[in-house]
């Protein structure tokens, strides 16, 4: 009964998008108030309509009803509370469903903070994200059902995926999911202008909140994912290169550049076309994502939808939206008239070769995520673009954009002059001293090590002293003072950057310092990579609620002094039929030391690895401090979503 | 062809899935240092071929200890880098590398990032040198009639 409820809302939920999608605009071409007036009641009801629909299925996942199929293929009745209901979106309708939600959920949200938005603005916003909404709806009515029923119930479930048992994932799709979708609302915010013909500071003041909230979910959920690799996969991999992964990474860096070009059109209104562009592309990289990851086009290790005729759907919906924005881009943005002009050395200019790094980079990415798919088609080739590409091709733009970021952050707006960058000055000598220290102890003379450290130093120094120099003249106090009341938008700016540092450290520290060891040990026996040594104590089996596992006791050993001890797990799921390993990690604030256990060997004894890992949790520290200079900015009063929208720009 | 070896690939990484081992094997290891170290860095570089977007290097499928096996058998032999990839290009296809070679239409994709770097430098290098002041905008007849009439008041 439930499921069937979910399924009529969902239908409805369907019905009220078309309404909503095609009266509004009406009413805004037209003129005629009443219609317009219809957008933002929809909107709400929509929202709850699909809410009740997810919670529907929410609920068949937690009584685990197996009369529907989506249940017995996705659960079991041993499975944990949190993975039952993570099993809601861990397969290819439930996900869906969430997506659904989400949009619902920003287009209503949109409806409620637009108060002082133009009424006519808010009514095609409102239409466009329903437009998005009717074609999603439709997807999942009539191709990917998540309420069907079966004929004859069974007993129990097929259980989820192991790999996806483990609280790290199971709130890495709802926050991408988060970020995906909310770029939406700038997708809907520049169809909307472009229908108007009327891009201004406003537009500019509207599209940043909503960009930046969406960019602050995707740095949350890329990095949950990569954490989750990381101490999943069994070997401290953290970053593959993956098209899922780069289906995620691409609406990120364009993202980030949106982010970042909608300021140059708030504060100085230039670049509108361009803004309005990376608006279309983001939201178009989002479909895509969504393309590559349900239809499995592109085979990896998450591909867990394999659907041609699915794909094919999806593909319709990214070319009508995609292509139909970019049609209308190019029929509209020769109305859009810059207004402020900028001097070649300028933030702006700054913020343009930002732009330019962001956005080529992630067309690279995508290049090489499809090659594979374009040399198959076009030229008869089956081959493999793998991480070796990726990394010489990708790294080059994220030097180029380090190098440039602290100095075009200081630079003034409107016209400047190299005199402006000498505060950076002592940041870049800093800067190269450490990697002179670096080189000379480095023992294996890598470039990476070196490298990362510059541009680590001159990353956070350089977000610090641009701190500094908002707080004006005067002595050290009274600036030291003043720096804790800075408005969040520059806090969140210093530290978006400097989390951007240390990210590059971890991972070039990562990448260049990391030791293993390998060996077979039996219980007492002892394993060591340079300071650092495990023994093992003990292997047991543990049984799990839903698995059984194979754990080791180690003790682990730095420099002779007992640090304490690690467990780690090799996991069999026996419903999946599936092996998971569980590395037993012990953090620290400058290493890892990852211990995982294998096999029983035929002569005794057991496979053991042992990995050191320096500065591993760097890597998702900085994304955390990014994510946090993402939340500073958005709680800053002045950007409050709609404060001051309506306000003309002081020119 | 190509469907068929999918649904090849996808029974051997079920087979595979059946019997779990760690990367690389405590008993594989090389005795020298310097051809462990080689055979380390090719392994990184060759793709598990019934893996999802895996190295021979990180994976647990049985066939990526084989292909592991066969690197350093060919490094013991005194097989050169180029050659060992040789042979196993010759073997499975190109699809067994990471890196796709720079030949043919490859070039494409190896020129990609540093033509789309031109491109996209040369038209962001001329709408910054050749920005315009936009004309103080006229008012259109209605805003003209309005501002006749405030100043008529």
Not at chain 1, 4 to 18: D, K, P, R, W
Not at chain 1, 86 to 114: D, M, P, T
Not at chain 1, 512 to 532: K, N, P
Request: with cysteine.
């Amino acid at each position: 009964m439930i499921a069937e409820l979910g399924h009529f809302t969902l239908i409805t939920a369907f019905a009220v998008a078309i309404v909503q999608m095609i009266v509004p605009m009406i009413g805004a071409w037209k003129g005629w108030s009443g219609w317009t007036a219809v957008a933002a009641p929809a909107a709400t009801l929509q929202a709850l309509l699909v809410a009740f629909s997810f919670a529907a299925l929410t609920v068949a996942f937690v009584t685990s009803d197996f009369s529907v199929r989506l249940v017995v293929a996705n659960s079991h009745t041993d499975k944990p509370m949190l993975y039952k209901i993570a099993g809601v979106w861990g397969n290819h309708e439930g996900s869906l469903l969430l997506w659904v939600l989400i949009l619902a959920l920003f287009g209503a949200a949109a409806a409620w903070f637009g108060g002082q938005l133009r009424p006519s603005l808010k009514a095609r916003v409102l239409a466009v994200q329903a437009s998005v909404g009717v074609a999603f709806y439709a997807f999942i009515l009539f191709t990917s059902n998540p309420f069907e029923r079966m004929a004859l119930p069974p007993f129990n479930g097929e259980d989820l995926n192991p790999l996806l048992q483990d609280p790290g994932l199971a709130f890495h799709p709802p926050f991408l999911y988060l970020g995906y979708v909310g770029l939406s609302m700038a997708f809907s915010f520049a169809v909307a202008a472009l229908i108007e013909g009327r891009v201004d500071a406003a537009w500019g003041r509207w599209v940043r909140p909503w960009t930046l909230a969406a960019w602050l979910f995707l740095t949350i959920g890329i990095a949950l994912g990569s954490w989750w690799a990381y101490y999943e996969l069994g070997w401290g991999g953290f970053w593959f290169w993956d098209p899922v992964e780069n289906a995620s990474f691409m609406p990120w860096l364009i993202a980030t550049a949106l982010l970042h070009s909608a300021i140059v059109v708030e504060k100085r209104e230039a670049l509108k076309a361009w803004t309005i562009l990376l608006a279309i592309l983001a939201f178009g990289f989002s479909l895509i994502g969504t393309f590559i990851v349900r239809s499995g086009v592109l085979t990896s290790v998450h591909a867990f939808a394999n659907d041609p005729e699915r794909g094919v759907f999806i593909l319709l919906i990214l070319g009508i939206f995609t292509g139909g924005a970019l049609v209308l881009y190019a029929l509209r943005a020769p109305v859009l008239q810059a207004r402020g002009v900028f001097g070649v050395v300028s933030r702006e200019s700054a913020l343009v070769v930002n732009n330019l790094l962001l956005a080529v980079s992630a067309f690279v990415v995508f290049v090489g995520t499809i090659w594979p798919l374009v040399a198959e088609m076009a030229f008869g080739r089956t081959l493999s673009v793998g991480p070796p590409f990726f990394n010489a091709a990708f790294t080059p733009f994220v030097i180029a954009l380090g190098i440039i970021l602290p100095l075009g952050s200081i630079l003034p707006w409107k016209r400047g002059r190299a005199k402006a960058l000498r505060p950076m000055l002592p940041v870049a000598v800093l800067a190269l001293a450490v990697a002179g220290l670096v080189w000379a102890m480095d023992t294996g003379q890598s470039l990476g090590g070196p490298l990362g450290a510059a541009l680590g130093v001159w990353l956070v120094a350089g977000a610090a002293v641009d701190l500094m120099t908002r707080t004006g003249r005067g002595r050290w106090s009274d600036r030291l003072g003043r720096v804790t009341r800075l408005p969040g938008a520059d806090w969140g700016k210093a530290l978006a950057h400097g989390g951007l540092g240390i990210t590059i450290f971890g991972v070039a520290a990562l990448t260049a310092w990391q030791r293993e060891a390998i060996e077979v040990l039996q219980v007492g026996d002892r394993l060591s990579e340079g300071r650092y040594e495990v023994v093992l104590t003990g292997v047991n089996r543990v049984q799990g609620p839903n698995y059984v596992a194979t754990r080791g006791d180690f003790a682990i050993f730095d420099d002779g002094r007992e640090l304490g001890t690690l467990h780690p797990e090799k996991r069999v799921y026996p419903v999946a039929r599936m092996p998971t390993t569980e590395a037993g990690i012990d953090s620290g604030f400058t290493r890892d030391i990852y211990v995982v256990i294998g096999d029983p060997q035929a002569g005794g004894g057991w496979a053991v690895r042992l990995y050191i890992k320096p500065f591993a949790n760097w890597i998702w520290g900085g994304a955390i401090i990014m994510a946090l200079g993402g939340l500073l900015s958005l709680g800053d009063r002045r950007y409050r979503v709609a404060a001051g929208a309506r306000k003309v720009p002081a020119e | 062809m190509t469907a068929l070896r999918r649904a090849l690939l996808a029974l051997a990484a079920v087979l595979a899935m059946g019997s779990p081992a760690l990367a690389v094997q405590p008993d594989e290891v090389l005795a020298d240092p310097a051809l462990e170290a080689r055979a380390r860095d090719l392994s990184k570089g060759l793709r598990c071929l019934v893996c999802r977007n895996e190295s021979i290097d990180e994976s647990n499928a049985d066939l990526a200890r084989e292909l592991r096996i066969v690197v350093r058998e060919r490094l013991v032999a005194g097989d050169s880098d180029a050659q060992i990839i040789d042979y196993l290009v010759s073997r499975y296809g190109e699809y067994v590398l990471l890196t796709p070679r720079a030949d043919g239409s490859n070039l494409i994709l190896w020129g990609a990032p540093i033509l789309l770097i031109l491109i996209g430098g040369g038209v962001a290098a001329a709408a910054v040198t050749r920005q315009r002041r936009p004309p103080e905008a006229a008012l259109d007849p209605a805003e003209e009639a309005r501002l006749r009439e405030l100043l008529d008041d």
